[in-house]
């Protein structure tokens, strides 16, 4: 099997919510909620390059699909991360994720291994980390 990740899906409280955060709020581009036709199929998608999407499903919808009962959250299972090519794009996006609604939880700053970055959980306590590593350079 090759390597490869194309589609992460976020289970999500309130799809309407989730959408505006993403979209309105970090300037996100997406066609909006697809799928309303299907009991159980609301999505948001946002295409994110070079085969990669993000979905966002509401958490019942996924517990449903998979056939698993729904979990509490947890935002240390795992963490989302941006990688960028500045200190000033950290900065911003973090500031443009808390005008939205997201909650700071580690500000950007100087990592122990030289790079720059922070944590914010967004509006169904996801985490992601927002990160300029000065060794990679991301192709816009």
Not at 40 to 54: A, H, K, Q, T, Y
Request: aromatic share 10%.
């Amino acid at each position: 099997m090759k390597q490869s990740i194309n589609i992460l899906t976020l289970g999500v409280n309130n799809l309407e919510h989730s959408l505006s955060f993403f979209r309105d709020g970090l300037g996100w581009k997406t066609k909006g909620i697809i799928g309303k036709e299907f009991e159980n199929g609301e999505v948001v998608i946002f295409e994110l390059g070079r085969g990669m999407m993000l979905s966002l499903y509401e958490r019942k919808n996924l517990a449903w699909d998979s056939g698993l009962k729904q979990q509490p959250e947890s935002a240390t299972e795992f963490s989302v991360g941006h990688l960028v090519n500045t200190d000033e794009e950290v900065d911003m996006i973090m500031k443009q994720a808390e005008e939205a609604g997201a909650k700071i939880i580690k500000p950007a700053q100087k990592t122990f291994w030289g790079g720059y970055g922070g944590y914010f959980k967004d509006l169904d306590g996801h985490l992601w980390e927002i990160i300029h590593n000065p060794a990679i350079t991301i192709d816009e």
